[in-house]
């Protein structure tokens, strides 16, 4: 599958997140507090975010190689049995997709994200078997048929999105992977993206501090970063 630009649901997890900010409370204090401390963590460190590893096999982010580590291999990693759904846009474009809703990384609780690798062809082949089709303001989501369900897992993984539960700061962020090569604001929602192009990495953070990091391959980050450029002020 061919790089998914910023989803709609990025958006709105940042617009709806002040529901949860009240229930966070010291927990979240601590946790923040911990990523301003040297990182001297009994956590391994390939599960922690701002860990992310290039090599002859391709970027290697919370123990999985982009494009090569199967949704299989991250459901044994993360522990946890996703929702595996298929979603078109209001564009007509296809994405499938595994929703991790509980997640514990380095002591980090997360919800993940994972798209497949599969071609629109195959997608689409998907959708005409699908078992049920229910409408999204954003576009429709089709519940697989099993055969396509065990497809979608043994499909290599085109993206993670990665969406903490503690709150952070665009300092502690910045602390932890480096000033960004650009930053983008959408005005319309208040979310600033910090764009780390090396890392393939898009850091999306709203005005109460709650992120979500979309990683893909370098080579694809061309292709997520280019809705956010249309926001950019015509020089």
């Known amino acids: 599958m061919s790089t998914p630009s910023a989803p709609s649901w990025i958006v709105r997890t940042l617009k709806e997140s002040s529901v949860l900010?009240?229930?966070?409370?010291?927990?979240?204090f601590l946790l923040v507090v911990g990523m301003l401390l040297p990182v001297a963590s009994t956590a391994p460190s390939s599960e922690l975010p701002?860990?992310?590893k290039h090599d002859a096999n391709g970027m290697r982010v919370f123990g999985l190689t982009?494009?090569?580590s199967t949704l299989t291999e991250a459901q044994n990693k993360f522990q946890d049995v996703p929702e595996i759904s298929l979603f078109v846009s209001e564009s007509g474009k296809f994405a499938a997709e595994a929703y991790f809703d509980h997640v514990n990384l380095g002591g980090l609780r997360a919800k993940v994200v994972l798209t497949a690798a599969l071609s629109q062809t195959a997608l689409q082949e998907m959708y005409e078997r699908g078992l049920r089709i229910?409408?999204?303001?954003s576009g429709r989501k089709i519940e697989l048929h099993p055969d396509d369900k065990a497809k979608v897992n043994s499909s290599?993984?085109?993206?993670?999105?990665?969406?903490p539960s503690a709150t952070l700061e665009e300092?502690?962020?910045?602390?932890?992977?480096?000033?960004?090569?650009?930053?983008v604001r959408e005005e319309k929602n208040d979310i600033l993206h910090l764009l780390y192009p090396q890392h393939g990495l898009d850091i999306a953070l709203n005005?109460?501090?709650?992120?979500?990091?979309?990683?893909?391959?370098?080579?694809?980050f061309a292709a997520l970063r280019a809705p956010l450029m249309t926001l950019l002020p015509a020089e």
């Open 171 to 183: 300092a502690v962020l910045v602390q932890r992977f480096g000033e960004p090569a650009q930053r």
């Open 66 to 68: 982009l494009g090569r």
């Open 50 to 52: 701002w860990h992310i």
């Open 21 to 28: 900010l009240g229930v966070i409370g010291l927990a979240a």
């Open 134 to 137: 229910s409408g999204m303001s």
């Open 156 to 163: 290599a993984i085109a993206s993670i999105n990665y969406l």
């Open 207 to 220: 005005q109460k501090n709650k992120t979500v990091f979309q990683y893909v391959p370098p080579q694809d």
